[in-house]
């Protein structure tokens, strides 16, 4: 059973410099989303995809923050001019497609920690 | 906006013990409910789901919670703890059946 894969598991970068975080979801599910974490706290939401189509943005997503799912299979967050408040734990989530209004089961990845020095 | 509250964030038990953790939720509907768990450096994992075919929910492990309306709440209660249900446990709800709103968390610790 192959769940939800998140490359890489630890990153470390100075401020100002740019990465990239990719996720591969569940592969029949069409909805993929990503939260953060920080420490102490529950996660927050970011973004999510229906196939190819972001559908809705966190205000937490400055525009620092890209999120690409080019062919609605796997997706990449990209964070640009990283500063030391960025240092959080990603987690990325899939799920299919439910009945509209009620609440599908996500399946979470492992995360991805950034520090940013 | 919906959001969850949970009401302690550490609560220690003894192995063999009952496990009680408190959620309230505000909602302006009826709203999909979750219990997730996460173990130390380990995904989130769901416990169980409220979607309102039943009030009492079973989940894993031998959790489970009640949905009531009436209290806003959503607790989550397990008969015996064991040291593996040491974590962290959130409480979650989805107002509109995608994005999901997580509580702060609560850390159950087991003594042995």
């Known amino acids: 059973d192959t769940g939800v894969s998140q490359n890489p598991r630890h990153k470390i970068t100075k401020r100002g410099q740019n990465v990239t975080f990719r996720c591969d979801p569940i592969?029949?599910?069409?909805?993929l989303y990503w939260y953060r974490q920080t420490l102490g706290q529950g996660p927050e939401f970011l973004t999510y995809?229906?196939?190819?189509?972001?559908?809705?943005k966190s205000r937490l997503l400055s525009d620092r923050f890209s999120a690409e799912r080019p062919k609605g299979s796997f997706s990449t967050l990209e964070i640009q001019r990283t500063e030391q408040g960025d240092s959080a734990m990603y987690l990325c989530?899939?799920?299919?497609?439910?009945?509209?209004?009620?609440?599908?089961?996500?399946?979470f990845g492992p995360g991805t920690r950034l520090l940013v020095l | 906006a919906q959001s969850v509250t949970q009401l302690d964030s550490h609560v220690s038990v003894s192995e063999g013990t009952p496990v009680l953790l408190r959620c309230n939720y505000s909602s302006s509907y009826s709203p999909s409910l979750f219990w997730y768990v996460q173990h130390p450096n380990k995904g989130l994992q769901l416990l169980l789901k409220y979607t309102s075919a039943a009030t009492l929910v079973k989940g894993i492990n031998g959790f489970e919670a009640e949905f009531k309306k009436s209290e806003t709440s959503f607790h989550l209660t397990k008969p015996s703890a064991h040291m593996s249900d040491a974590a962290e446990y959130f409480c979650?709800?989805?107002?509109?059946?995608?994005?999901?709103?997580f509580g702060a968390g609560t850390i159950l610790r087991v003594k042995s």
């Open positions: 989530a899939s799920s299919p497609e439910g009945i509209a209004g009620e609440g599908e089961t996500q399946y």
């Open positions: 592969s029949e599910h069409n909805r």
């Open positions: 979650v709800v989805s107002p509109y059946g995608n994005k999901l709103v």
């Open positions: 995809f229906q196939n190819e189509a972001q559908l809705e």
